[in-house]
């Protein structure tokens, strides 16, 4: 059994998030952090900052309050070469936690197909806590939308498939429940997935759901939630 952790940001520790997630998050536990979603430019420019550098640092403090140690937090190099892909997986069997951060869905969908590490990742899932904040969120669904005027980086509405480490819920991060174009594209997402036996969830900023992968039913909404 697994858990999923659909989060609109990184602030993790958060008041409106720490509480609930400290009961599954421990301090000895294992973290790898893929930002495969990030632009692609920046990652190959920024390997060294974001694997070793400053830019772990400012990932690993959302952590840090859990009593992660920072030895054990790992963001997950660009998949080069075949050494980086084994060393990739390696640090994703023992890991406790897979985080996947924002950015943009595309990037992370074509690099871990890519690499190989998509079904790898699907082959050892048991037993693991899945994170996903904004655009690492919607790719831990069996289904997400990309939907306009929602974060701002898209202009047009589309349906695709992601890992399906839940296959239950399909949610919109950065929900504005007082946005007029936010309330459309939440109809729209519930109407294209009628077929698909998902439940449409709207995350605002601080929002978020955490639940088993083998009883999805009984989650727990944190902060900002409009099911």
Known sequence: MSKCVL???????DEYAFNELQKIIK?????????YASDLKW?????????????????????????????????APFPKDTTEIRYIKEKIK???????????????????KLSGLWNF???????KIFVGSSAGALILQSIYHI????????????????????????VQPHYHKNNFYHKVNMLVCKIASLKDKVKIVMLGENGGLIFDTE??????????VYF
């Open 7 to 13: 989060l609109s940001n990184n602030n993790i520790s």
């Open 43 to 75: 990652q190959m420019e920024n390997q060294d900052t974001l694997v070793y550098g400053e830019e772990r640092k400012s990932l690993y403090k959302h952590w840090a309050n859990f009593g992660i140690e920072y030895g054990d937090f790992i963001v």
């Open 94 to 112: 023992m890991s406790d936690v897979i985080f996947f951060n924002g950015g943009f869905m595309e990037n992370i969908d074509f690099i871990l």
């Open 121 to 127: 990742i699907l082959e050892n899932q048991e037993g």
């Open 147 to 170: 939907c306009p005027h929602v974060d701002g980086y898209y202009d047009y509405y589309e349906k695709k498939k992601g890992l399906g480490i839940t296959k239950r819920y399909s």
């Open 215 to 224: 009883n999805e039913k009984e989650v727990i909404a944190i902060g900002e």
């Open 27 to 35: 301090p000895n536990m294992k973290v790898l952090c893929f930002c």
